[in-house]
T-cell receptor, first 114, second 118 residues
Framework: EPEVTQTPSHQVTQMGQEVILRCVPI?????FYWYRQILGQKVEFLVS????????KSEIFDDQFSVERPDGSNFTLKIRSTKLEDSAMYFC????????????FGQGTRLTVV | AQTVTQSQPEMSVQEAETVTLSCTYD???????LFWYKQPPSRQMILVIR??????QNATENRFSVNFQKAAKSFSLKISDSQLGDAAMYFC???????????????FGKGTLLTVNP
């Protein structure tokens, strides 16, 4: 069964460093999302992406964050200068088209900023 | 903006018993979807069940069923014959169905940690 895959599963980085979190959505999907879950808290929407551009972003998604679809398969989230409070689980999700009910989630990347 | 509230941070149930997890939400929209996601210790987000707001019939998936009360904006999850593998964090989530929207992000509640006792 097709699935969304995320790499790495766990990344440790020093404060101020840049990190890139990678996602491979399901191949025929067109809508992509990043969500964040700080430990013990709820899952929060970061950004949605369609047709090579951001369609919506939350107030969390400031200038330190960017997303990109560099080729036909990968979807990346970049944090330019990480802060301690960026430590969280980051989930990628995708849907085949806008109206499709379900979003398919990857297994997440645990980011630890030290 | 839509909000989702789960008032039970933790719940426990004996194996083989039934447990109900509560969820309320606030929205001005009339057409939307509601979901329950399960997050086991592996942290993977797994869809358990979904409900279309336009449907009066409550959704059921094997041992999982919902009690959807649209007027009360309530969406509870009932797990029957609880199993040890049901132990997880459960998140209630809302998604708009407004066709004017450019995308359909999910809005999550804070979650309920379910413990299943043998």
């Amino acid at each position: 069964e097709p699935e969304v895959t995320q790499t790495p599963s766990h990344q440790v980085t020093q404060m101020g460093q840049e990190v890139i979190l990678r996602c491979v959505p399901i191949s025929n999907h067109l809508y992509f999302y990043w969500y964040r879950q700080i430990l013990g808290q709820k899952v929060e929407f970061l950004v949605s992406f369609y047709n090579n551009e951001i369609s919506e972003k939350s107030e969390i998604f400031d200038d330190q964050f960017s997303v990109e679809r560099p080729d036909g398969s990968n979807f990346t989230l970049k944090i330019r200068s990480t802060k301690l409070e960026d430590s969280a689980m980051y989930f990628c999700a995708s849907s085949p088209y806008r109206e499709y009910t379900e979003a398919f989630f990857g297994q997440g990347t645990r980011l630890t900023v030290v | 903006a839509q909000t989702v509230t789960q008032s039970q941070p933790e719940m426990s149930v004996q194996e083989a018993e039934t447990v109900t997890l509560s969820c309320t939400y606030d929205t001005s929209e009339s057409d939307y979807y509601l979901f329950w996601y399960k997050q086991p210790p592996s942290r993977q987000m797994i869809l358990v069940i979904r409900q279309e707001a336009y449907k009066q019939q409550n959704a059921t998936e094997n041992r999982f069923s919902v009690n959807f009360q649209k007027a009360a904006k309530s969406f509870s999850l009932k797990i029957s014959d609880s199993q040890l593998g049901d132990a997880a964090m459960y998140f209630c989530a809302y998604r708009s169905a407004d066709p004017r929207r450019s995308n359909y992000k999910l809005t999550f509640g804070k979650g309920t940690l379910l413990t299943v006792n043998p």
